[in-house]
């Protein structure tokens, strides 16, 4: 019997998606020269190999390569530009009417020099754009707090998202690179406001750390959902705590396998299994489609080709998707 493929899922919702890795090299290299940047490669296709992780890499080195991304992408034109072009791409090519759209707006500032308000604005005039053209794609936008932040800083990405809570930021988000200066203690008085406020929180954790982080982030910062969250499997407890407590995994397999956070299919069959034995919620999700070179459709073809989900497993998920979003 023929295995069915992602088509006949139908539409689809990524929930896990950072701009920054959203982008096609084409665009990058346009929109640097634009700018008059000066490129660690002038030559394009060396260029555009830089921009889409070939093979498998570290997760450091992984996380290096968003700091050219981040520069190419800081005007709030270009957000504009790529946040109306990547939702479009994504509804016409790959099955996708769901999307959350997540970015740092600091990381965009050029140390200060940009105003904040015009990166956010911008951005959701673009993903405005987007659903205008397109009435049944649903967007919005996480802004994402970072590790390497101090609490004041972090203080004034969380204020920015309650300003635009009414124009199209859904939630907050925690990511970076793993800092030691950093504590989760330093946000919670930061995520009891998100909370009160409305907005969905969503935390990085358990993808090149521990259980024992992602018990931590569970019990003092209470998200909603967890971004990636792999290494819950190799704790009956955590898992009870999430399927209890209905915290919904943002899995990305690609970026997993990419990044060594999994080491194969093997493995990577084992740890959904693990998760759907014990009831944890999770979803199916990029990361990046464009640094990941993939996308959602290949995403949940890869499991369903290699036996990791049988399809009826692969409808409910991508329903709890839909079910589990911030947009409101």
């Known amino acids: 019997?023929?295995?069915?493929?992602?088509?006949?899922?139908?539409?689809?919702?990524?929930?896990?998606?950072?701009?920054?890795?959203?982008?096609?090299?084409?665009?990058?290299?346009?929109?640097?020269?634009e700018q008059g940047m000066k490129l660690p490669n002038r030559d394009y296709f060396e260029f555009a190999k830089s921009v889409v992780i070939d093979g498998n890499i570290g997760y450091d080195e992984y996380?290096?390569?968003y700091d050219i991304l981040e520069e190419i992408q800081s005007t709030p034109e270009s957000m504009f530009r790529l946040a109306e072009q990547v939702p479009t791409k994504?509804?016409?090519?790959?099955?996708?009417?769901?999307?959350e759209i997540r970015m740092n707006p600091l990381l965009r500032s050029r140390k200060g020099k940009i105003d904040l308000d015009h990166i956010i604005v911008y951005t959701l005039q673009g993903l405005e754009r987007a659903s205008l053209k397109f009435p049944v794609l649903k967007t919005g936008l996480i802004l994402s707090m970072d590790r390497r932040f101090?609490?004041?800083?972090?203080?004034?990405?969380?204020?920015?998202?309650?300003?635009?809570?009414?124009?199209?930021?859904?939630?907050?988000?925690?990511?970076?690179?793993?800092?030691?200066?950093?504590?989760?203690?330093d946000l919670v008085d930061l995520s009891q406001r998100i909370h009160a406020e409305g907005l969905g929180l969503t935390i990085h954790t358990g993808e090149a750390t521990d259980a024992s982080e992602m018990w931590e982030v569970v019990t003092k910062l209470k998200p909603n959902r967890i971004g990636h969250g792999i290494a819950s499997v190799h704790d009956e407890q955590l898992m009870a705590y999430l399927a209890e407590h209905q915290i919904v995994l943002?899995?990305?397999?690609?970026?997993?396998?990419?990044?060594?956070?999994?080491k194969n299919?093997?493995?990577?069959?084992?740890?959904?299994?693990?998760?759907?034995?014990?009831?944890v919620p999770f979803t199916i999700n990029t990361d990046g489609p464009i640094l990941q070179n993939t996308?959602?459709?290949?995403?949940?073809?890869?499991?369903?080709?290699?036996k990791i989900l049988t399809f009826d497993q692969a409808e409910k998920i991508n329903q709890l998707a839909h079910n589990s979003t911030f947009i409101r």
Not at 90 to 99: E, F, S, W
Not at 250 to 262: A, D, F, Q, R
Not at 265 to 279: D, F, I, V
């Open 1 to 33: 019997m023929k295995t069915k493929t992602a088509i006949e899922l139908g539409k689809l919702a990524d929930l896990h998606m950072h701009i920054s890795s959203s982008v096609t090299p084409e665009i990058l290299w346009d929109l640097a020269h």
């Open 63 to 65: 996380l290096k390569m």
């Open 90 to 99: 994504l509804y016409q090519h790959d099955q996708i009417d769901l999307v």
């Open 150 to 185: 101090s609490p004041e800083v972090n203080k004034i990405i969380v204020d920015k998202a309650i300003k635009y809570a009414n124009r199209g930021v859904i939630g907050l988000d925690l990511a970076g690179p793993i800092d030691p200066r950093f504590a989760f203690d």
């Open 250 to 262: 943002e899995t990305c397999p690609t970026s997993n396998l990419k990044t060594k956070s999994v």
């Open 265 to 279: 299919l093997e493995e990577m069959q084992k740890n959904y299994s693990t998760l759907l034995e014990h009831q």
């Open 295 to 306: 996308s959602l459709p290949k995403e949940y073809n890869m499991l369903l080709e290699n």
